[in-house]
């Protein structure tokens, strides 16, 4: 059945801001606005593999549904497609028009520097190393491995198997490695470097974007991406238990020990170092970086310096600051807030936490500072919700805010 030529425009935008991960609440919120703006009556409804949308005239109404994988964050694709609904919202661009805007967003996303990517993922491993506490030579080797995390993503655009199974197989891979560097370096922090390698797939931003939907009263979508962040964390965790099952039995590998040798001061130079990493990942725009960076260093010093009321005071309060500051700095650039709340959000979210949890829990591999891990990862995802709730965050309709 052909799509009416009035409608298309509005289910390509619905399709666009699906790819590149937007969560459900702020898809149909985007979508409604533009509808209402264009005079069109319409309602909709985006679930993680397909979108609904309804569309109604005084004589009949018109009911499309669209399955669509399941889409990947893509913060500088979001910016470009939200420039682009406000054109169309204030009949800047033509609806003929739409679709090869759309179609030069989706040709920007694909143009990837690999240079920048195997630093970012380097350095990404390497700035998590720093925060969690390390030592040089785990440091170092970090960002061997890394690089090695993008040599398999590199591989997945060349292979559907690899594609399939690439949790498992890169947590597996790395996990080798690090047991055979620690037979020649007895220091090096095995349990660690894994995490700090495979940190930008641990779902502790998939798991608190769910919650924010089931909190938004988007139950079914926020519930289906609850249990696809929860499945993707289990099948990371496979992979380094089979990885350590098999190198235990050929060698000795010790994780009861881990050495951190680097001064203090010097671990809080992996937050800036984690939040630029994340530009390329994430592909933000270079208009946008110096205040996603900016955003994410708020979010790291207000836990730091609320860290004497508890993490979920200050996580709390950290949510709170890191909405008000995406807030002034999207009016400032024009750019909307949640491209700087979700890099402000991602150093706050407690994927690292449950793996180190999981750790704790199945390998009685004790990780240094990690205490009641469990505790922590359900106070920090109560103080970032709390914080986006009381921010009101899910009460706002207008994409123009957000």
């Known amino acids: 059945m052909k799509i009416p030529e009035k409608y298309r425009f509005i289910i390509e935008l619905g399709k666009a801001l699906h790819t590149y991960g937007i969560p459900s609440y702020k898809i149909q919120s985007y979508l409604t606005e533009v509808a209402s703006n264009k005079g069109i009556n319409a309602s909709f409804m985006d679930f993680p593999t397909w979108i609904n949308y309804a569309f109604y005239d005084d004589d009949e109404s018109y009911n499309y549904i669209e399955c669509v994988p399941p889409g990947s964050l893509n913060l500088g694709a979001f910016s470009r497609v939200a420039e682009l609904s406000k054109k169309v919202i204030n009949s800047e661009v033509d609806s003929n028009e739409i679709s090869k805007e759309l179609s030069i967003i989706h040709q920007k996303t694909k143009r990837v520097n690999h240079l920048y990517s195997i630093l970012a993922y380097a350095f990404a491993a390497g700035g998590f190393g720093l925060i969690i506490g390390t030592n040089w030579t785990s440091f170092g080797f970090s960002l061997l491995t890394g690089s090695l995390v993008y040599l398999m993503v590199f591989l997945t655009s060349k292979s559907k198997y690899i594609e399939n199974v690439f949790e498992p197989l890169s947590a597996l891979f790395i996990t080798v490695i690090c047991c055979l560097i620690k037979q020649v370096f007895p220091e090096f922090n095995v349990v660690l470097t894994i995490l700090a390698s495979i940190i930008i797939f641990v779902p502790g931003l998939g798991i608190t974007i769910a919650l924010e939907e089931i909190t938004s009263k988007n139950l079914v979508s926020g519930s289906a991406k609850l249990f696809d962040a929860i499945i993707l964390l289990f099948k ?36 800036p170092v984690l939040s630029i990493t994340l530009f390329p990942v994430l592909q933000v725009r270079k208009k946008d970086m110096f205040f996603g960076a900016l955003t994410g260093a708020i979010s790291f010093s207000i836990i730091v310096l609320l860290s004497g009321f508890g993490i979920l005071i200050s996580t709390f309060i950290g949510t709170l600051t890191v909405v008000g500051a995406s807030v002034l700095f999207g009016k400032i650039s024009k750019t909307p807030k949640t491209v700087y709340l979700i890099q402000g959000i991602i150093i706050l979210v407690p994927g690292s936490k449950s793996f180190m949890g999981i750790s704790n829990t199945f390998l009685n591999s004790p990780i240094a500072g990690s205490g009641n891990i469990f505790e922590e990862v359900a106070f920090i995802l109560m103080g970032i919700i709390g914080g986006l709730l009381f921010a009101g965050t899910f009460r706002e309709k207008s994409s123009s805010r957000d």
């Open 236 to 271: 990371q965790f496979f992979g380094v238990l089979l990885g350590l099952g098999l190198m235990k039995s050929l060698m000795d590998v010790d994780l009861a020990h881990n050495i951190a040798e680097i001064p203090k001061w010097i671990s809080f130079l992996g937050i």
